[in-house]
T-cell receptor, first 109, second 114 residues
Framework: QKEVEQNSGPLSVPEGAIASLNCTYSDRGSQSFFWYRQYSGKSPELIMSIYSNGDKEDGRFTAQLNKASQYVSLLIRDSQPSDSATYLCAVSPSNQFYFGTGTSLTVIP | SQTIHQWPATLVQPVGSPLSLECTVEGTSNPNLYWYRQAAGRGLQLLFYSVGIGQISSEVPQNLSASRPQDRQFILSSKKLLLSDSGFYLC?????????????FGPGTRLTVL
């Protein structure tokens, strides 16, 4: 079983819509959760971190964590074409760091 | 502020040739350092990590090796490249204070083995 799983997509949304990206993880001891954005040909860029159950908002981005369900999500409101990228979910259970394979998002103008 | 550098940015090498990729971090001390490889259309594969000078842990047995000769320098090497070594090599660091779980990536080196 993979430690971190994401739908590979591609996910397409129209400009201005809400994009919803999902991630599940297997290690119940995980304490830290991250979302990275990776543009084609570029390195991953950290956009959100979340450590507690519930929602965390930063601008147009909202991360949601449910440790009981082992589920973390990222919502992007008012999606823009510049949000088109691959989004990587990462989970850190005590000194280990596991990445999902990423979800490709395309925002259609 | 902290910055991380990698070079070269791109590299084309023949099969069987040696490899040396370098990563340096500025603005911090005693970082944990990591080498990842991302093959085309694939996820991130952790290759090596280091918690200090001369301390290297290998995650995947292969023809690659890593060294950390200085606190903020991490080097990835190979004596003989294989075709399967092609990929996007990423160096990452995380602080040992503050938010130690957070990893930050360098710009990467795109390696093509022909």
């Amino acid at each position: 079983q993979k430690e971190v799983e994401q739908n590979s997509g591609p996910l397409s949304v129209p400009e201005g819509a809400i994009a919803s990206l999902n991630c599940t993880y297997s290690d119940r001891g995980s304490q830290s959760f991250f979302w990275y954005r990776q543009y084609s040909g570029k390195s991953p860029e950290l956009i959100m971190s979340i450590y507690s159950n519930g929602d965390k908002e930063d601008g147009r981005f909202t991360a949601q964590l449910n440790k009981a369900s082992q589920y973390v999500s990222l919502l992007i409101r008012d999606s823009q074409p510049s949000d088109s990228a691959t989004y990587l979910c990462a989970v850190s259970p005590s000194n280990q760091f596991y990445f999902g394979t990423g979800t490709s998002l395309t925002v259609i103008p | 502020s902290q910055t991380i550098h990698q070079w070269p940015a791109t590299l084309v090498q023949p099969v069987g040739s040696p490899l040396s990729l370098e990563c340096t971090v500025e603005g911090t001390s005693n970082p944990n350092l990591y080498w990842y490889r991302q093959a085309a259309g694939r996820g991130l594969q952790l290759l090596f990590y280091s918690v200090g000078i001369g301390q290297i842990s290998s995650e995947v047995p292969q023809n690659l090796s890593a060294s950390r000769p200085q606190d903020r320098q991490f080097i990835l090497s190979s004596k003989k490249l294989l075709l399967s070594d092609s990929g996007f090599y990423l160096c990452a660091w995380n602080p040992t204070e503050g938010y130690p779980d957070t990893q930050y990536f360098g710009p990467g080196t795109r390696l093509t083995v022909l």
